[in-house]
Each structure stands twice: as structure tokens, then as C-alpha cells.
């Protein structure tokens, strides 16, 4: 009985792993397509949390605080952005959580700054806002797999 449950201890980050990916993989497409992320697949993101959770991850849902802050000082994100962090903060934790924000931003930094160049390049204007959807999960399956 005790090595079930060993094997299940081993197999539920994987599982969550799975899930969290697809469920990420699913709002970046929403967002590149619709410009919106459900509540559905956040709400997903939430629930994998529960695979593996334990209660120190909680921590995690203040890093979309920092996004929220954003969006209220700047402007230019939307409530599913926001969202999609604090249901991944429930995943990863305070510390993994931010190192995906760091990691999703430089990569929508590295793009916009490459496109910017391509655009000028070819005589044209560079867009000024993106979907950051993908650019979140990119840092969040990185912060998730490789840390």
C-alpha cells in the first residue's frame, strides 16, 4: 500500500505538468486568436494547483499583484493576464511564479525588439501591443520544468 502511494506521489507532478502545459498552450492560443483568455482555463490552471499543493505555493497568487499594479498604473493588459498569473502562481509559488514573469516579459522584450527591427527593415511600423498569453506561459512552463 505504501509504495501506491509513493507512485502516485511521483506521478502527480507529472500529471500536473501535462496539464498545466495544455491549459497554458490553450490561453496563449485564445489570446493570439480571440484577444481573450477564458476564465475556464484559467479556473483549469487553478485547479491543477491542487496536484501537488501545498499551502507555502499560496504565496504564488501575489505576483499577478505585481500585473495588476501595471495594468492600473499603465494600462495595456487586460483582467486575463492577471489571472492567468495568479492561477499559475498557485502552481509554481512566489519564487518560481516570478522567475516565469521575468522570463515571459524578457521573452516578449527579445520578440518585440527583433520584430521592431524586421518591421523597420521593411519599411513598415512595428505593432505596439501584443497577446501576452504566450509570452506567460513560455516563462511559466520554463520556471515549472527548469527550476
Same mark, same amino acid.
Request: net charge positive.
Given at each position: 500500500?505504501? &509504495?501506491?502511494?509513493?507512485? !502516485?506521489?511521483?506521478?502527480?507532478?507529472?500529471?500536473? $505538468?501535462?496539464?498545466? #502545459? =495544455? %491549459?497554458? +498552450?490553450?490561453?496563449?492560443?485564445?489570446?493570439i486568436r480571440?484577444?481573450?483568455?477564458?476564465?475556464?482555463?484559467?479556473?483549469?490552471? &487553478?485547479?491543477?494547483?491542487? !496536484?501537488?499543493?501545498?499551502?507555502?505555493?499560496?504565496? $504564488?497568487?501575489?505576483? #499577478? =499583484? %505585481?500585473? +495588476?499594479?501595471?495594468?492600473?498604473?499603465?494600462?495595456?493588459?487586460?483582467?486575463?493576464?492577471?489571472?492567468?498569473?495568479?492561477?499559475?502562481?498557485?502552481?509554481?509559488?512566489?519564487?518560481?511564479?516570478?522567475?516565469?514573469?521575468?522570463i515571459g516579459?524578457? #521573452?516578449? %522584450?527579445?520578440?518585440?525588439?527583433?520584430?521592431?527591427?524586421?518591421?523597420?527593415?521593411?519599411?513598415?511600423?512595428?505593432?505596439?501591443?501584443?497577446?501576452?498569453?504566450?509570452?506567460?506561459?513560455?516563462?511559466?512552463?520554463?520556471?515549472?520544468?527548469?527550476?
Amino acid at each position: 500500500m505504501g &509504495t501506491d502511494r509513493d507512485a !502516485l506521489a511521483q506521478l502527480a507532478p507529472l500529471v500536473q $505538468g501535462g496539464l498545466f #502545459a =495544455a %491549459l497554458l +498552450l490553450a490561453a496563449s492560443v485564445f489570446d493570439i486568436r480571440k484577444k481573450i483568455i477564458p476564465d475556464s482555463i484559467c479556473f483549469g490552471i &487553478t485547479l491543477t494547483g491542487l !496536484l501537488t499543493f501545498e499551502p507555502v505555493k499560496l504565496a $504564488g497568487i501575489f505576483t #499577478a =499583484a %505585481l500585473f +495588476l499594479t501595471a495594468a492600473l498604473l499603465f494600462g495595456g493588459m487586460e483582467g486575463g493576464d492577471i489571472k492567468l498569473m495568479a492561477a499559475a502562481g498557485l502552481v509554481l509559488g512566489f519564487s518560481k511564479s516570478m522567475a516565469a514573469a521575468v522570463i515571459g516579459l524578457t #521573452a516578449l %522584450l527579445v520578440f518585440h525588439t527583433g520584430n521592431t527591427i524586421i518591421q523597420k527593415l521593411r519599411g513598415r511600423t512595428a505593432q505596439k501591443a501584443y497577446p501576452l498569453a504566450p509570452f506567460l506561459s513560455l516563462g511559466c512552463l520554463a520556471a515549472y520544468f527548469l527550476t
